[in-house]
């Protein structure tokens, strides 16, 4: 909520229904929903955020330390174990469920990570990793610079050759020109309007060569 560039942009309405909400109705079938876990933040700016989700959309909250984000999805690890866990980013309200299964299938013990953001050929706004959450509870926040402690999964790109990376590509690679995420005022304006998808990104997902 207290993004700098769109301050409050989660509880912003978007098709009528508050951005988040639009999130979470992603993933409304497919099994996945009661895996769901919505990670903020304790500062009281977040206050809003976490109360809607909890009490409007009946999904669990987890809440951390605001900018060592690391840091709090290593804590959330701790209320919520599990083998692999996936992030999605909050501002993809066009994020496809499909695409998150396929990558969830490709998650094997001979891998650390399960990402299609290794080559960006995906629209931003349908970026998927998987993390080994072993894995993600042995970084030490302590030795990551801010930006990684803040972008919970950069450390992984910034250090490739430390962990077993499973890449997954777009069959339609044009699609990573087509913007789906929301930074800013503007971009909410543009995704309501009616935006061009494929039939599933899901569809789309190839294992890279």
């Known amino acids: 909520m207290s993004s700098a560039r769109f301050p409050g ?3 912003a309405p978007f098709r009528g229904r508050p951005l988040i909400a639009q999130v979470l109705e992603r993933f409304r079938d497919g099994g996945l929903r009661s895996h769901v876990v919505v990670l903020t933040s304790v500062d ?3 206050d809003p955020l976490a109360d809607f989700v909890a009490n409007r959309c009946g999904v669990p909250v987890f809440r951390g330390e605001l900018d060592n984000v690391v840091d709090r999805f290593q804590a959330a690890l701790a209320d919520y174990p ?3 866990f996936v992030r999605i980013s909050g501002d993809s309200p066009l994020v496809d469920a499909a695409l998150v299964q396929a990558m969830i299938g490709w998650a ?3 891998h650390d990570v399960v990402s299609n953001v290794v080559r960006r050929t995906f629209p931003p706004g349908q970026s998927v990793e998987c993390v080994r959450s072993e894995v993600f509870r042995a970084l030490r926040s302590g030795d990551l610079t801010s930006d ?7 450390v992984f790109y910034d250090r490739p050759g430390g962990w077993r990376m499973r890449s997954v590509i777009c069959a339609e690679p044009q699609w990573a020109g087509v913007r789906m995420v929301v930074d800013q005022l503007e971009d909410l304006r543009a995704l309501e309007a009616d935006v061009a ?3 599933s990104f899901g569809e789309l997902a190839r294992l890279a060569a």
């Open 197 to 199: 998808l494929p039939k």
């Open 44 to 46: 009281p700016t977040d």
């Open 82 to 84: 599990c083998e692999w």
């Open 148 to 154: 990684q402690r803040e972008h919970v999964t950069k």
């Open 9 to 11: 942009k989660m509880l």
């Open 108 to 110: 094997d013990r001979e």
